[in-house]
């Protein structure tokens, strides 16, 4: 396995490439995850003077077979940034490994099992996930880099996932592996789209989207999160 670095909107030294490679104990994170499959690491900057506390900002990114881990850190230069982010993945390394083993052998879903997160997507009577590809008759409208779908909104990214079910609990503990304020995913008890999200220290909220086929109206869980 090789660590990828890559710069986005900055180049990045080869001093500081060598410094990941010595900062990245390959053999330290395979010990806590066996089953790694890539490592990489971007590093970007930000222009704004009013920033530069927090100019630089790196972010480390692990694939494995099981849930992604991500950590990301910003600070005055490159290397304080990415002492940050290696000290917050090797703690949710630790956090992943200590549950793995923790659960081993009391017969629930090992977290190695469980996809990442889930997009939009409908349920079948069976309860197989379907994505829906209707958005793709919409008249598309590019706009320089950008694509406007119909008359709008304007649409900057979109992402597909594929997931199985989950319980609430172990959405909860994959939040906190990738370091997100909310994390979409299926309801393994009530086969709803859902999102959980933080609210207040350790508080945290859930959305379930009920899908009514008897509603004649369009609408959505708009709004926002932190009520």
């Known amino acids: 396995m090789d660590i990828v670095v890559k ?42 003077p009013r920033q530069a506390d927090r100019s630089d900002r790196v972010e480390i990114t692990v694939r494995s077979r099981g849930p992604v881990i991500r950590a990301e850190a910003s600070s005055s230069d490159p290397y304080a940034a990415l002492d940050l982010a290696t000290s917050k993945l090797e ?78 609990d172990q959405a909860l503990y994959e939040m906190e592996l990738v370091g997100h304020d909310f994390y979409l995913f299926v309801d393994s008890d009530t086969k709803m789209p859902s999102v959980v999200y933080r609210r207040h220290a350790y508080d945290y909220g859930v959305i379930h989207l009920n899908a009514d086929p008897f509603s004649e109206e369009p609408g959505g869980a708009g709004g926002s999160l932190g009520g």
């Open 7 to 48: 710069g986005r909107k900055t180049e990045v030294p080869e001093r500081f490439r060598k410094h990941v490679a010595e900062k990245l104990k390959l053999d330290k994170i395979q010990k806590l995850d066996g089953k790694v499959i890539s490592l990489d690491v971007e590093v970007s900057k930000e222009p704004n």
């Open 91 to 168: 703690a949710r390394l630790r956090k992943q490994n200590d549950k793995r083993h923790t659960r081993r052998g009391n017969g629930r879903i090992p977290a190695s099992d469980v996809a990442v997160t889930v997009g939009a997507a409908e349920l079948t009577d069976s309860g197989e996930l379907v994505v829906d590809q209707s958005a793709n008759k919409v008249p598309v409208t590019r706009i320089g880099s950008l694509e406007v779908q119909g008359e709008g909104p304007l649409v900057v990214r979109e992402k597909t996932h594929a997931a199985a079910p989950m319980t609430l």
